[in-house]
Every structure is written in C-alpha cells, then in structure tokens.
C-alpha cells in the first residue's frame, strides 16, 4: 500500500500500553493530598532531564504530585511502574543505563535508588512478566536485550546469566506475552517479528524463523488472552494480526491481514480485557480504533472511529482499562481519553498539567 502521509516522529518512543479512556473536562495544576483516590503516573522530559508525577482521580483529573518534576538521568525514556506499585524504572537513553526509583505510596512523590544499571547501547523500551520478576529492556544501537531479576523488597535489578542476549540489528520495540513464556521482538529494517521463548530465569532463546509483516513496522502489543500479535506498519499505512501458537509461541498471520488504518500508524494499545485494539495514526492525526474476534483475530472498525487526536504519538492505558493517555511530541500536556466499557467508544476529555516540554513516555501505576 502507498504511504499516504509525513515523516514519523519520535523514532525511538517507547511502545508499550494498553487501552483506556477519558473525561470530559479539563483540569489545572494542583497539588496531591494523602486523601486522593485513584492511580499515580509519571512522564519523562528528555529536553530536562526530569520525571513529572500527576495523581489521577477515579473521574479522570489531574494533580501534580508533591515534589514534581523529579530529577533523572539523561535523556530519560521509556518507562514502567512495577505492578506492587513500589517502584518505577526509566531507561536513560544516551546514558545507556536504567535508573529504579521508590514510590511514596502517600503522596506519589519518586526517589531515585543509586546505582543505576548499565544497559546496553540506547535503551529504548521496557516491559515486565506479569508478577513483576523480570524486567527487559530493548537496546536499540547494540541490537540486544538486557534481562534483570528484581528483587522484590528493594526493586534492584540483576543481570540475568547470558544478559544481553543479541537481536536482529535496529530492534524498534518488543511484547511479552501476559504468561511471560515468549516475547516478541519488531525489526522495521527487516520488516519482521523474532519470536524468543523466556525461561523462568529470564534466559531468551530464538524460536523459529522471523515472520515478515508490512512495511515499516514500528509498534507491537500482544492481547491479554495470549492468542494474538499486533504490529503497526508505519511505512504501510496497515495493522497485522498474528496468531499465536500456545504451546510453541510461533506466529502466523490471520487471514486477511494485514488490515488497513490511518497514516503512519506508530503506536498501539490493547484494552486490558482485550476486545477492542487502538492505533495512533501520526499522519492524519486520529486513532483507530477496532473490536477483534476472539476466535478469529478479525478486527471490526467501531462506530466513529477513527477518533480525532492531534499527532498521537503513544497510547498507554491504565491498568483498569478506563483511561487511555496519549502523548503529541507536539504538545507539552498528556490528553486523556474515556473508554466506553460498553462498546470501546473513546472521547477526548482532560489534559495534564504541562511540562516544559513535550515529554515522550508514560507510565501508569494501579
């Protein structure tokens, strides 16, 4: 399929998340209280080697956390809260390190546990087994992924025996499956998906031969249910659909794929009870949003999709499916949009208060 549309932006941005949604008014910059209800999320500014805190009530508004913007290391990236919700990792980009940070559980406020990691050459991406075990992290210059154990009381992480574990040159993301049995890597140079098997170490093995998908691929998420692969084609305009093999991990392109979306789609989130898929489409600034047979993997495009959002960059959903987040490099503010449970319908609501300038990654605690 021809591309249709402008240049990406953001090349190394972090490809993680699920899908959510959002309300409906706006909210201006305030300060937490130990009372407040709902989740914590956090945003890394590369341009200030900083970290911002909001605290976001059950009705979707926004509060600066005591203590924010947090110092980080440089060029500070993707990011992830650990499920306990204790601790928060960054990959520092150009410092080629990850960085663990202590949550206070009252007021959401971060402090930074020293040393930091080393990594391999510019982490871009990180993402977890379910229980919060393991932790990967995707290096993009090195072609490599780094595997840790995390200790569960303190948060330090430990390189694997065997970590860093090569990949095909210039990996752009990666997905783990929610069992933590495989993960899968994306290659927009090959235009592929590597499949690897996980021990319960954390030891990566190659599995099989990589699976081609469209053009340019850049994102990819796998579905709660562990029975599909979902990789944005920037370059092609498309979404593929793979199937998963439960005992083997191996992928298989569904029938009919790959699927048509927006311009440039760059970023995909995956509803956490898994029904409805949601891709950024840089080009023609909107997010498409689909149902997906659970048997067959064949998306439906929703009602009024695609939906209106300037140049989305990444979707990242919170842990309860009922916001998505989604971040512009254009844009010093993170949007926040409300997912109808009923149906997938997203609207656009509230804004964060702003950074400096525009950050690139989220993370959303429980």
Request: net charge negative; with cysteine.
């Amino acid at each position: 399929m021809p591309r249709k549309g402008s240049s990406l932006w953001l090349p190394v941005l972090l490809l993680a998340g699920l899908a959510g949604c959002g309300g409906s008014s706006s909210s201006s910059p305030g300060t937490s209280t130990p009372a407040a209800s709902g989740h914590l999320a956090y945003v890394s500014v590369p341009a200030d080697n900083t970290l911002y805190g909001f605290r976001i009530d059950g009705s979707g508004n926004f509060t600066t956390v005591v203590g924010s913007p947090f110092p980080a290391g440089n060029s500070p990236g993707a990011m992830l809260v650990h499920p306990s919700n204790q601790f928060l990792y960054v990959v520092n980009r150009t410092e080629n390190t990850v960085s663990l940070f202590k949550i206070d559980q009252t007021v959401g406020s971060v402090t930074e546990v020293m040393p930091r990691a080393a990594s391999g050459v510019t982490p871009i991406a990180l993402t977890m087994t379910s229980g919060g075990n393991l932790l990967f992290v995707l290096n993009q210059i090195s072609s490599s992924i780094s595997v840790y154990s995390v200790n569960s009381g303190t948060g330090v992480l430990t390189p694997v025996s065997g970590s860093p574990f090569p990949t095909a040159p210039n990996p752009v993301g990666f997905a783990i499956t929610p069992s933590g049995k495989f993960l899968y890597v994306v290659n927009s140079n090959l235009a592929a998906v590597f499949s690897y098997t996980v021990s319960g170490s954390g030891v990566l093995q190659p599995d099989g031969a990589p699976i081609p998908v469209g053009t340019g691929p850049f994102a990819i998420a796998v579905d709660p249910a562990e029975k599909f692969v979902y990789v944005a084609n920037s370059s092609a305009d498309t979404l593929s659909i793979l199937s998963i093999d439960p005992s083997t991990g191996g992928l298989t392109e569904v029938n009919e794929s790959p699927f048509t979306t927006g311009t440039s789609p760059i970023s995909i989130a995956v509803s956490p009870s898994g029904p409805y898929i949601y891709v950024a489409n840089q080009g023609t600034s909107n997010i498409s949003a689909f149902s997906i047979d659970s048997d067959t993997g064949l998306p439906t495009e929703l009602t009024g999709s695609p939906f209106p959002s300037t140049d989305p960059g990444l979707l990242v959903s919170d842990p309860n499916g009922a916001f998505m987040y989604v971040i512009s490099a254009r844009s010093i503010f993170v949007t926040e949009f409300a997912v109808a449970a009923s149906s997938g319908i997203i609207t656009g609501g509230p804004v964060s208060p702003s950074t400096i300038t525009p950050p690139v990654a989220i993370a959303v605690g429980r």
